[in-house]
């Protein structure tokens, strides 16, 4: 059985910074790329800011400068760094990673999202 679990989230005011983790454990063979997801009231989730286990990232153009992305292999974790936080950045966070079981096939799994308000 594998599990993310997200920490992290909370209450911040504009201007301010916060930083989730998700970990990923279990029976796990590999994870290729981790990313972050968020999902406002009343809208789709979208892709925030992703990460392949080489390190390579990509953002969406409304976080970029902003966030950071990073991961420690070795824990099989992947943070993400908020700065300069906006009223916008509010939702919940999710995060997101295919992951390769003992059976060598890919799974996709996500956490439990934890939630980020952002007050102006």
């Known amino acids: 059985q594998v599990q993310l679990v997200e920490s992290g989230g909370g209450l911040v005011q504009a201007g301010g910074s916060l930083r989730l983790s998700c970990a990923a454990s279990?029976?796990?063979?590999?994870?290729?790329?981790m990313s972050w997801y968020r999902q406002a009231p009343g809208k789709q989730r979208e892709l925030v800011a992703r990460?392949?286990?080489?390190?390579?990232?990509n953002y969406a153009g409304s976080v970029k400068g902003r966030f950071t992305i990073s991961r420690d292999n070795a824990k099989n974790t992947v943070y993400l760094q908020m700065n300069s936080l906006k009223p916008d950045d509010t939702g919940v966070y999710y995060c997101?990673?295919?992951?390769?079981?003992?059976?060598?096939?890919?799974?996709?799994?996500w956490g439990q999202g934890t939630q980020v308000t952002v007050s102006s």
């Open positions: 997101n990673a295919p992951i390769r079981g003992l059976d060598r096939s890919y799974y996709d799994y």
């Open positions: 990460i392949n286990s080489g390190g390579s990232t």
């Open positions: 279990g029976s796990i063979l590999s994870i290729n790329y």
